[in-house]
């Protein structure tokens, strides 16, 4: 009998994206900013606590504005892991700062906030720690360390919606955070993205320099009577129809999460015996994190041949992945970032892992088939 094929993630819809859709249209706006930009927009906030939400294009539209805010000058430090998306680096790297990575912690993959300060010189100006898997950095120590050396904090929380770190919001912690709302995060708009304004004095540069660099929105609110170009900016602003999918998927917020949630507990529960025979690590999340079931990795051991593990998965029908190839050792990291330190846990880590298929509606015999032929292939 043929196996099904399980696939590594297939975007879920809540079913009321089509309706918000035609609402828009049948409103007759549906450029950036209507009424479904600000419903999500007032959502995110009450949510997080962030003092302004701002929809983007992406998660990496919303770390370029944060970078731009920044108003850093060529040759400006700013802290981040090697293991993450090449957003988070690229952000700075247009404004001519550079990346100074830092290497991770062996429990949450996330920035090792006790490296840090080793990493800081003269021309650092800022921390850009990332939330792996939704959970959270250890953001008291970052915290502490932002203020102690005067350094801003841009949170990359682009898999963090819904997740908390000692019971504040991922991405409204920091001074600027972003959330990523692409297809593959837990709520999606196929492409879309938010900036979190926290530290209120940049609410109203982030606002500019999202609208191409005007007071537009200060127009559209009465507040002065034309509107011009103000600043550096371009253009960051998702339709209204890309904000009404979006709305739908905000709205299910709560469902979508505990969904995920129990898709990763049953892992966890599956995969415990693995752990015990010392065929893989599991993940860990520190009791003060809230996590929100974004993905569901294994660390496979040090002597294992990741790649042969991957390709026998797919024999069996079953799509897996690795994450990420870091920064430091890729050509782009190599010219315009430093490695502080030789990353080790970063170099070994990150050539262990796999992330196993993570999707609503994952049945369970499929979640479990995974982990019977991930033991199978392991346990050999
Ligand atoms: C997905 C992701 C991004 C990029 O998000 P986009 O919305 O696709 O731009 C950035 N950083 C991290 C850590 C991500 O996981």
């Given at each position: 009998m043929a196996l099904e094929y399980i696939p590594f993630n297939r975007p879920y819809?809540?079913?009321?994206?089509?309706?918000?859709?035609?609402?828009?249209?049948?409103?007759?706006?549906?450029?950036?900013?209507?009424?479904?930009t600000k419903l999500c927009h007032q959502w995110i906030e009450r949510r997080t606590g962030c003092a302004r939400a701002l929809l983007t294009h992406s998660c990496t539209s919303a770390l370029d504005i944060a970078a731009m805010l920044l108003d850093l000058k060529s040759g400006d430090e700013v802290i981040m892991p090697s293991f993450t998306f090449v957003s988070t680096a690229n952000a700075f790297v247009l404004r001519g700062a550079v990346p100074v990575f830092v290497d991770i912690r062996e429990d949450t993959l996330n920035l090792d906030e006790r490296q840090i300060e080793a990493a800081i010189t003269p021309r650092t100006r800022a921390i850009a720690p990332v939330h792996y898997a939704g959970v959270g950095c250890e953001m008291d120590t970052i915290v502490a360390i932002a203020r102690r050396h005067n350094l801003r904090i841009v949170e990359d929380a682009a898999q963090g919606i819904m997740a908390s770190y000692k019971g504040s919001a991922l991405g409204a912690i920091g001074d600027l955070g972003s959330f990523s709302f692409h297809e593959t995060k837990n709520i999606m708009s196929g492409e879309g993205g938010c900036l979190l304004v926290n530290a209120p004095e940049f609410a109203q540069r982030a606002e500019i320099m999202r609208e191409k660099g005007t007071d537009r929105g200060r127009f559209f609110r009465g507040e002065v009577d034309k509107y011009t170009w103000q600043d550096i900016g371009s253009s960051y602003l998702p339709s209204d129809i890309t904000a009404a999918f979006l709305w739908a998927q905000l709205d299910q917020a709560e469902y979508i999460t505990g969904e995920r949630l129990a898709i990763w507990d049953?892992?966890?529960?599956?995969?415990?015996?693995?752990e015990q025979r010392g065929l893989l690590r599991r993940p860990i999340v520190p009791a003060d994190c809230g996590h929100n079931g974004h993905l569901y990795y294994v660390l496979l051991p040090q002597d294992a041949d990741r790649n042969a593990v991957l390709k026998k998965l797919r024999e069996a029908e079953i799509q897996a992945v690795f994450h990420y190839v870091p920064l430091h050792s890729a050509p782009a990291g190599m010219q315009y970032g430093r490695a502080h330190g030789d990353l080790a846990r970063t170099i070994d880590l990150s050539a262990r892992l796999i992330r196993l298929p993570f999707w609503i509606g994952l049945p369970e015999q499929h979640q479990q088939r995974v982990c019977e032929t991930l033991g199978a292939i392991l346990g050999r």
């Open positions: 819809a809540t079913g009321k994206e089509h309706g918000y859709i035609q609402d828009a249209l049948d409103s007759r706006y549906v450029s950036g900013d209507g009424r479904f049953r892992y966890h529960a599956m995969l415990a015996p693995l």
